[in-house]
């Protein structure tokens, strides 16, 4: 079904959207509004509509890759997109945590984002957002939840004009595959469809390189990793993500050089208040020169997952080794993350 928009990705280009016939649960087509009518249509540009698709994209694949991971039962995970790419994620047993840790990851970046949340959005949840937020209800282009707290909407639409509050059950209860829907592109004359990415890694069954955690540290490093991943697989490439104790700390994206993406990555975090030492970090390729590695072991990160495929491959992994950081890889033709273009 053709459906108008408000605009596409700028307000002058006029635009329409077209959905395909799906059984996936998480759909865009079964996000409804408040008043129950499809959150596809009158007043929504393409920017919005990709969002929440990125975000989508974020929440399937961490809950794949901590199923494959840790165990079958989920954390409460939420997510902040902004323009196409994650700027705030987190994940706990506890909503409210979950949502302050989400928006505290980068205020700024995260301001006129649109969030998702796993768990019903209540009045709990906007006090904690308030909280992170220094009181103020922090502004935000939309929320998507499997429910709402009655008049709860009311209560962040006094403080915050202009929001899209979007519910869909099924976000209560992530599949357990991510979405094997083949993606549509175009350039010009031509139009690109192709396979999704469907790989997800399981690091106790991937090259390592590095010295051994214990038990505890990699059960740790391992939940971290697998929101990094998720992270840095739907953020435009290329990118470096930062992860710590189960918070995006920093979420360096659509960078030429695979060192300067590591290194914003880290700036991103301390400008936002974050302690590094601990981390864990994804690069969405390979790493051409050690430098990248070097940048994010300086700066206090313990592990990292990568694809390889470079010629210095050997030279990057003796050096991660030597710095003490734990390297996770597969090949680049398997696992490579690039997305955006």
């Not at 509509?49 to 989920?74: P, W």
Request: with cysteine; proline share 5%.
């Amino acid at each position: 079904m053709k459906t108008k928009l408000k605009y596409g990705e700028n307000p002058h280009q006029k635009a329409t959207a077209t959905n395909r016939p799906t059984t996936d649960a998480l759909a865009i087509a079964k996000f409804k509004r408040e008043d129950g009518r499809p959150f596809v249509g009158e007043g929504i540009s393409w920017i919005s509509v990709t969002d929440l698709g990125r975000l989508l994209q974020v929440i399937e694949r961490f809950a794949a890759a901590y199923r494959k991971n840790i165990g079958t039962s989920l954390p409460y995970v939420a997510v902040i997109v902004k323009h196409g790419s994650p700027c705030g994620a987190a994940f706990g047993e506890n909503p409210a945590d979950v949502a302050y840790a989400t928006w505290r990851g980068d205020p700024q970046a995260a301001f006129g984002g649109s969030l998702i949340v796993t768990f019903p959005f209540t009045s709990e949840i906007v006090d904690a957002l308030m909280k992170a937020n220094g009181g103020k209800m922090p502004f935000l282009s939309a929320i998507a939840a499997p429910s709402f707290e009655k008049g709860v909407t009311e209560k962040i639409g006094a403080k915050s004009k202009g929001t899209h509050f979007i519910s869909n059950k099924a976000l209560g209860k992530i599949p357990a595959k991510v979405s094997a829907l083949p993606e549509i592109k175009s350039v010009r004359d031509y139009v690109l469809e192709q396979t999704a990415p469907q790989f997800v890694p399981v690091f106790s069954k991937i090259e390592y390189h590095g010295p051994a955690f214990s038990k505890k540290d990699l059960q740790e490093i391992t939940a971290d990793l697998s929101l990094a991943y998720a992270v840095c697989s739907a953020s435009t490439s290329n990118t470096v993500s930062v992860v710590r104790g189960g918070m995006l700390i920093g979420n360096a994206v659509g960078q030429q050089k695979r060192v300067g993406s590591a290194k914003l990555a880290l700036q991103l975090a301390r400008e936002s208040g974050h302690e590094t030492k601990g981390a864990v970090a994804v690069s969405d390729s390979y790493f051409p020169f050690p430098d990248g590695v070097e940048a994010l072991a300086d700066g206090g990160v313990r592990a990292i997952y990568a694809t390889s495929g470079s010629v210095r491959d050997a030279l990057v992994f003796a050096r991660a080794k030597e710095l003490g950081v734990g390297m996770f890889t597969v090949p680049d033709k398997e696992g490579r993350m690039f997305a955006g273009h």
